[in-house]
């Protein structure tokens, strides 16, 4: 069965710092995965997606992905942090005949 | 192209009620799937309709129903509302099935319930 893991509720880094929140998955077959980002009273938009045409995974606002079978991850990172990425990130799974599969999230707060 | 919107953004129910809410999805798309998002369980898979049909169901129970029309629009009733369906509610839409074909969800805004 499908799941998926975040590690760390919150993360905390200053404007201009690395940013990378990290993700597990578990899964029998290869996965889709995907990562969103929900700012406050909005939904989820979708900041990139891994389908198994390349392992890097490149988003909008300067995100990235890279998928490691051999550590079933797909941690995100961003080399400098901006004010308006504070936000909470998904992390989002999907294998087999199953529905999208969510992490608990990781809300991203970014320090002047 | 518009994206996918939600009626009403926000609703004030009490215990017993019930409560329908509404989903229009990306024109063309013709997969709507529905989540539950609380502070404590996350966000929880509820069901998804995949031209009229109900294709997957999350494990709530049948207190949580939903349909889709002709025109892809979907509707999802919670009936005898208790406190604990408090809760963000968000509605996504794809154009293929969004169960095991990788595709790309679009979400709405979501419609926010208080159960008093």
């Known amino acids: 069965a499908q799941s998926v893991t975040q590690l760390g509720s919150h993360v905390s880094v200053s404007e201009g710092a690395l940013v990378l929140l990290r993700c597990n998955y578990s899964s029998s077959v290869p996965p889709y995965l995907f990562w969103y980002v929900q700012y406050p009273n909005q939904g989820l938009q979708l900041l990139l997606k891994?389908?198994?045409?390349?392992?890097l995974v490149k988003g909008i606002n300067g995100f990235e992905a890279e998928f490691k079978k051999s550590e079933t991850s797909f941690h995100l990172t961003k080399p400098s942090a901006h004010m308006s990425d504070a936000a909470e990130y998904f992390c989002?799974?999907?294998?087999?005949?199953?529905?999208?599969?969510f992490g608990k999230g990781t809300r991203l707060s970014v320090i002047a | 192209k518009a994206g996918v919107t939600q009626t009403p953004r926000y609703l004030i129910k009490t215990r017993g009620q019930q409560v329908t809410l509404s989903c229009s999805p990306i024109s063309g798309h013709r997969s709507v799937s529905w989540y539950q998002q609380t502070p404590g369980q996350g966000l929880q898979f509820l069901f998804e309709?995949?031209?009229?049909?109900?294709?997957n169901k999350g494990n709530f129970p049948g207190r949580f129903s939903g349909r889709q029309f002709s025109n892809s629009r979907s509707e999802m009733n919670v009936s005898t509302l208790e406190l604990g369906d408090s809760a963000l509610y968000l509605c996504?839409?794809?154009?293929?099935?969004?169960?095991?074909?990788?595709?790309?969800?679009?979400f709405g805004p979501g419609t926010r319930l208080l159960v008093l």
């Open positions: 996504a839409s794809s154009s293929l099935s969004g169960t095991g074909t990788g595709e790309t969800q679009y």
């Open positions: 309709y995949f031209s009229e049909t109900q294709r």
């Open positions: 891994y389908t198994s045409a390349a392992t």
């Open positions: 989002a799974g999907q294998s087999g005949n199953t529905p999208l599969v």
